[in-house]
T-cell receptor, first 114, second 115 residues
Framework: QQPVQSPQAVILREGEDAVINCSSS?????VHWYRQKHGEAPVFLMI?????EQKGHEKISASFNEKKQQSSLYLTASQLSYSGTYFC???????????????FGKGTKLSVKP | SQTIHQWPATLVQPVGSPLSLECTVE??????LYWYRQAAGRGLQLLFY??????ISSEVPQNLSASRPQDRQFILSSKKLLLSDSGFYLC??????????????FGNGTRLTVT
């Protein structure tokens, strides 16, 4: 089951905040977040492995609510370099029973304007 | 450090022609290897994954195939391309052990246009 991301697209001014959500109809064991700039390969941002876990790097952070089967990515004080498409990937199957193969959402296109 | 190489970067092929895309990983052993496809404006679709030499799992039925002749080499092939095979093909690797907590590392991709 493909996770559902929302919103599909968002336009920000530099310095504004954004939240991108990723939800699944199946139990989540881990959530990955990646950013892809136009014409380039996706780049890993972070993995969340436990329910309630939160991680952050500079002004980009994420949370994982295992009970709600969802994760959110928070972009604070956005910069022009944050522009791109953000994908969440969720682990399928039983923890440790799959190959760790990810199913990705359709992505959220983030555009940061000066 | 680990690196992943994927080639060619772009490819234009006529319908019905064969396809071979190659991916190699350096600096790691026994990686899990993956082929993803990204159609224009769409998400990442897993095509094949491999946990070892000669071990290939297919995620979607299609006219593509994959092979892993060496530990760090992954090849995507087709005998006859279809128009619907156009897209951005990405090779990726992750650590072979405990892969559920290992990030995917993507190659730079191959943009395939079937005409």
């Amino acid at each position: 089951q493909q996770p559902v991301q929302s919103p599909q697209a968002v336009i920000l001014r530099e310095g504004e905040d954004a939240v991108i959500n990723c939800s699944s109809s199946k139990a989540l064991y881990s959530v990955h977040w990646y950013r892809q700039k136009h014409g380039e390969a996706p780049v890993f941002l972070m993995i969340l492995l436990k329910g309630g876990e939160q991680k952050g790097h500079e002004k980009i952070s994420a949370s994982f609510n295992e009970k709600k089967q969802q994760s959110s990515l928070y972009l604070t004080a956005s910069q022009l370099s944050y522009s791109g498409t953000y994908f969440c990937g969720t682990e399928r199957g039983q923890r440790g029973g799959s190959q760790g193969n990810l199913i990705f959402g359709k992505g959220t296109k983030l555009s940061v304007k000066p | 450090s680990q690196t992943i190489h994927q080639w060619p970067a772009t490819l234009v092929q006529p319908v019905g022609s064969p396809l071979s895309l190659e991916c190699t990983v350096e600096g790691t052993s026994n990686p899990n290897l993956y082929w993803y496809r990204q159609a224009a404006g769409r998400g990442l679709q897993l095509l094949f994954y491999s946990v070892g030499i000669g071990q290939i799992s297919s995620e979607v039925p299609q006219n593509l195939s994959a092979s892993r002749p060496q530990d760090r080499q992954f090849i995507l092939s087709s005998k006859k391309l279809l128009l619907s095979d156009s897209g951005f093909y990405l090779c990726a690797w992750s650590e072979g052990q405990r892969s559920y907590n290992s990030p995917l590392h993507f190659g730079n991709g191959t943009r395939l246009t079937v005409t």
